[in-house]
């Protein structure tokens, strides 16, 4: 805990080296906090992104494929725009066998943001699908980061456009390089599959 020293620099360079040599010789995870700060400890220790700073030698935050332990969490991110409508429902089963098109992000253990990539090959293009960021993380680059990853995915796929369709979020899509389209775009397999009830709307960006 910093203080009456918190605010000079030597006193927050002696904690800082303190941490870094604990982090170094096997402590997981060092904390520095405020201790005018009423109930920084209980924060630091029991919400996911704390009030003070952590020095560790651990991924805190990660992007990457998903694995079939995500399951429940991408299930668990989904639920909520599932039953707002905004995304097609998509059960544990499909899930499950569509696992390797996602990527994840994920926050000390918790996926907090997920989007999927479907290749047509045959038509050089790939959908661009559920993604999702959870509510505490929505105002960060976290969309951003899956689709440039999402992207490169893609070209080295040899894919050479992306489509997606949505009901909520077409302005963001656009503000990524997203041109608007019609249903015709889209590959003949996936027209035949577009759900003229939901009426999304269909965006197209090239790679």
């Given at each position: 805990l910093l203080g009456e020293e918190r605010f000079t620099d030597s006193a927050v360079e002696r904690q800082l080296t303190a941490a870094y040599h604990a982090a170094s010789n096997g402590v997981a995870r060092a904390h520095l906090l405020d201790a005018s700060e009423d109930g920084a400890l209980l924060k630091?220790?029991?919400?996911?992104?704390?009030?003070?700073?952590?020095?560790?030698?651990?991924?805190?935050?990660?992007?990457?494929?998903a694995r079939i332990d995500d399951?429940?969490?991408?299930?668990e991110l989904l639920e909520p725009l599932e039953q707002n409508?905004?995304?097609?429902?998509?059960?544990?089963?499909?899930?499950?066998?569509?696992?390797?098109?996602?990527?994840?992000?994920e926050r000390d253990g918790m996926v907090i943001a997920c989007a999927a990539l479907y290749p047509f090959v045959a038509d050089h293009t790939g959908e661009l699908a559920c993604v999702a960021v959870h509510p505490h993380y929505r105002n960060s680059e976290r969309g951003l980061q899956m689709l440039r990853y999402l992207e490169r995915r893609a070209r080295e796929q040899g894919l050479k456009t992306l489509f997606v369709l949505t009901t909520h979020t077409a302005h963001w899509f656009r503000e990524q390089g997203f041109d608007p389209a019609g249903v015709e775009a889209l590959p003949e397999q996936r027209q035949q599959l577009y759900n003229w009830q939901r009426n999304s709307k269909v965006f197209v960006k090239n790679l």
């Open positions: 630091e220790l029991f919400t996911r992104d704390g009030c003070g700073t952590m020095v560790t030698r651990e991924t805190y935050e990660t992007l990457r494929g399951v429940g969490g991408i299930l409508g905004i995304l097609v429902r998509r059960s544990r089963e499909l899930l499950e066998n569509e696992i390797q098109r996602f990527v994840i992000i």
